[in-house]
């Protein structure tokens, strides 16, 4: 585990920053955007930034541990539980708080909100419940644990019945308009990204929310109850004008802050860092 530090501050609280510089994120630096928010907390913080996969050994270093760019956990599945015990064991504050009930729990709450009536992609895990989505031609089907695309796959009507579904969810294929993501910091709305053209999903331009996007998003971040950290609620634009979730983003989102002006990114940062005092003080 490579440690950066800060000059150290004996007034200042040690803050153990977990993320994975090199992962190769389509789309995405997590090392620029990682970089930008250390250089900001340097004032307010010890840091030390270290790997997801080595942190265990540098817990009794840290006051607070923020969980930021670290990749897929399901790549180190074994490691993330030790760490999260451990991280409990010890009394630890993180940053996000692992108490959430979306992503880093994996998919099933998709199956669950469905089931609640949320406005939710229609989700479903067994090939007998395929009339309760909408017909289709084509159908998603994503692994219950995946992450960042992976495992994804496009099947049509034909092959859905011959498609393994093991540890799988099966969603309608929706021919949206573009993807919408609402980003929060302890459950309070901070920016809006969209991506126009819906086929480079990363291409990001700030998005004018609407109360009812908010009312819309406020809506799952209300159900996830989180304790705290940074979420984002990713969303795709019906035709009709309606949104659909499609994931909420609670253990690590990319955050897309180079795509933010000055103004928004000094605020964005200045909640960042009035939010994890609240927890060190």
Known sequence: MVLQSSNMMADNPTLLYLTDLYYPAKG???????????????????????????????LDKAEIIVFRNTGPVAYYQDYFNEFVEAVKQKGIPT?????????????????????????????????????????????MIKLKN?????????????????????????????????????????NEFQYALYAPNKDKRW???????????????????DWNNMQRGIQRVDACKLTDGSLLLVELEDL???????????????????KFVLSLKEITF
């Open 28 to 58: 995405r630096d997590y090392y620029e955007e990682d970089l930008y928010i250390t250089s900001q907390f340097k004032e307010h913080f010890n840091i030390l930034i270290g790997n997801p996969q080595q942190a265990l050994a540098f």
């Open 203 to 221: 291409d990001l331009k700030l998005y004018d929310a609407s109360t009812d996007d908010l009312a819309f998003a406020q809506k799952f971040i």
């Open 95 to 139: 940053f996000n708080s692992f108490d959430g009930k979306a992503d880093m729990k994996g998919k099933q709450y998709l199956l669950d909100l469905f089931a609640q009536d949320f406005p939710v992609i229609p989700t479903i895990d067994k090939i007998s419940d395929l009339n309760l989505l909408s017909p289709s031609q084509e159908y």
């Open 146 to 186: 995946g992450a960042d695309s992976i495992g994804m796959e496009k099947v049509s009507r034909a092959e859905i019945n011959e498609a393994d579904l093991k540890s799988k969810l099966i969603q309608p294929f929706i021919d949206f308009e573009y993807e919408v993501s609402f980003y929060f910091i302890n």
């Open 252 to 270: 690590n989102p990319f955050l897309s802050l180079d795509l933010l002006s000055d103004d928004l990114k000094r605020a964005f940062i200045k």
